[in-house]
C-alpha cells in the first residue's frame, strides 16, 4: 500500500516479517506500507491469523528467534529506524518514542509487583528517579481513570477493565508520540469496553498521541478511528479513511466484512465470507482474497496492484485498476 507522504509521523514502505516453521516460511507481514499522522487514530482490521499483531511487533521490533526475513523502511518523524542497532532502538525508540498495549493485560502485569511500581518502571529505566516516576504515574493513573490508592495493589486484586486501564497508563507514561494497541477490549464486557474507547478518545483530544488499534473489532473500532487498515493474508488490501471505509469500502473483502456488522438504524440482510483464509506457509499467486471474492476474474490470477483513489485512500484490487469499480 503507497505511503508516500513526507509529512507522517510513521511512515512505513515495503515491510516484510517472515518465520521459519516446521511446514516452511510463514508470511505473516508481506510488503506492507502505511503511513500515520500526528494525533491520528488508525484502525488495523482483519480476520484471525492474518499479521495484524505481527506488524505490530515487526514496527517495535519485538521479534522472535525464527525470523526468515525483515527488511523493509520504517521511519518515524524521517528517521529510518531500521538503520537502529537493538540497543539504540531500545534506548531512544522502545517505550520511549513508541509503546504497546498487548493483549491480555494480566498476562503483562507482573503479578508479584505493585501496579504503580509497574507503571513507573519505563520512567526510571529511561529518565527520571523513583519518586519522580511515581508522581508521574499517579498522573498517568487519574487520566486513565484509574484511583490512585490502586497504585499499592497487585494486578490480580484488579478487575479486567482496571487492568487493561493500568496496561495503558504504563503505554503512556513516557508520553511516546505513538501507541499500538493491540485488541485493548478484547474479553471485556460491552459497558467496559465503552469506558476503555471513552479513555482513549480523551487521551487523544487532550495530547498529540497517535495510536494503531489493532482489532477485528469493527463496531469498537469505529469509535476511535480517523484512519482504516484492512489487512488479510499478509497485505493490506485497503487504507481509507474511517468514514468513507465504514460506509462504502473499496475492497471486496472489506465490503464483505461491512456487510457482517449489525447496524442499530437500519435492517440489513448479514452476509459472510465463505471459505477459509489462506495459510499464510501456502501461499498461491495472484489475488489472495480471490477464492473467496464474489467478484473474481481471470485477472485476479496475477498479484493486483496497489490503486490510488485519492485523498490518502488506496486499495489493492483488480476491480479498480481495470476501470470495473464495483458498484
Known sequence: MAANNSNALLRVEDLYLYFRATKGVVQAVDGVSLNLHRNEAMVVLGESGCGKTTLAKAILRLLPRNVHKYTGKVYLDKQNLMDLNDEEYRRDIRWVKISMVPQAAMNSLNPVLRVGDQ?????????????????????????????????????????????????????????????????????????????????????????????????????????????????????????????????????????????????????????????QPPSLVNLVPGCRFAPRCPSRFEKCADDPPVVDMGERRHVKCWLYAQGKEKS
Open 119 to 275: 507503571v513507573a518502571e519505563p520512567l526510571e529505566a529511561h529518565y527520571s528517579l523513583k519518586k519522580e516516576a511515581l508522581a508521574q504515574a499517579r498522573d498517568v493513573f487519574q487520566r486513565v481513570g484509574v484511583p490512585v490508592d490502586f497504585m499499592s495493589r497487585y494486578a490480580f486484586e484488579l478487575s479486567g477493565g482496571m487492568r487493561q486501564r493500568v496496561a495503558i497508563a504504563m503505554a503512556l507514561v513516557t508520553s511516546p508520540d505513538l501507541v499500538i494497541l493491540d485488541e485493548p477490549t478484547s474479553a471485556l464486557d460491552v459497558l467496559t469496553q465503552a469506558n476503555i474507547m471513552n479513555v482513549l478518545k480523551r487521551i487523544k483530544k487532550e495530547t498529540e498521541t497517535s495510536f494503531i488499534l489493532i482489532t477485528h473489532d469493527i463496531s469498537t473500532s469505529s469509535e476511535l478511528a480517523d484512519r482504516v487498515a484492512c489487512m488479510y493474508a499478509g497485505h493490506i488490501v485497503e487504507l481509507n479513511d474511517a468514514d468513507h471505509f465504514f460506509t462504502k469500502p473499496f475492497h471486496p473483502y472489506s465490503q464483505k466484512l461491512m456487510a457482517s456488522v449489525p447496524t442499530l438504524r437500519q435492517t440489513k440482510q448479514l452476509e459472510f465470507i465463505p471459505g
